[in-house]
Structure formats: C-alpha cells, structure tokens
C-alpha cells in the first residue's frame, strides 16, 4: 500500500486547508485510515480516524469541533478538511492505514505511512 498526502500550504489563523491522502497498492477500501501529525521539537500526535465503512470516526481533542474526516473509497481518497486553524496546528500532516486498528490513537496500529504534509499557521 501507498499512502500519498497532499494539501499542505501556509495559512492564517482563522483560516481552513483541506488535506487529502490517496491510497494505491490494492483493495482500498478495507483499509481504516488515520491522520497524525508532528510538529518541530513534539512527539507525534494523532488527529483522526475513520473506519473503512466511514461507520466510526474519532479525533484528538486539540482539533474536534474544528477538522473532519471524511472519505470516498471511489477515488481512493481519505480528506481531512481543518477549519479555524490556529498556530498551534502547525505540523507535518501524516495519513496512516491498517486493515486492523484496536486503538486509532497510537502510531504502532499503522503499517502504512504517506510522506507527510506541512500545515502553517501564521498568527
């Protein structure tokens, strides 16, 4: 499986990016899909879920009420669009997929890994 993010860019605060990640390799859609992200000097820190089926979703707390997670397994496609960005959401953006995820909040459930994707934040 390849994990290709896109949709990174520099934003103000106050403002909205959309990321979205397309998966290639094989069967798509049984593959739950998450986002992480990492910025400069912090640990990796998760930000999404969603289920295959799109039937579960969870995010981190810094972001609920401000990103969604969606998904179209026609085009292959998981999106993340972020609204209300703040400078504290500035990172590096990973999508990540498993086809069994216990606990969606810890990087080790994900074998697969996009290259990531720089989110920034101006104040």
């Known amino acids: 499986v390849q994990l290709q993010a896109s949709g990174g860019g520099l934003v103000q605060a106050g403002g909205s990016l959309r990321l979205s990640c397309r998966a290639s390799g094989r069967t798509y859609g049984n593959l739950h899909m998450g986002w992480f992200r990492q910025a400069p000097g912090k640990d990796r820190e998760f930000v999404a879920f969603?289920?295959?089926?799109?039937?579960?979703?969870y995010y981190g707390d810094s972001v609920k009420g401000r990103f969604t997670i969606s998904r179209d397994n026609a085009p292959n496609t998981v999106t993340l669009e972020m609204n209300r960005l703040e400078p504290e959401d500035t990172a590096v953006y990973y999508c990540?997929?498993?086809?069994?995820?216990?606990?969606?909040?810890?990087?080790?459930?994900?074998?697969?890994w996009g290259q990531g994707t720089e989110v920034t934040v101006s104040s």
């Open positions: 990540a997929a498993d086809d069994v995820v216990p606990n969606p909040e810890r990087e080790s459930e994900y074998s697969y």
């Open positions: 969603i289920t295959w089926k799109g039937s579960t979703i």
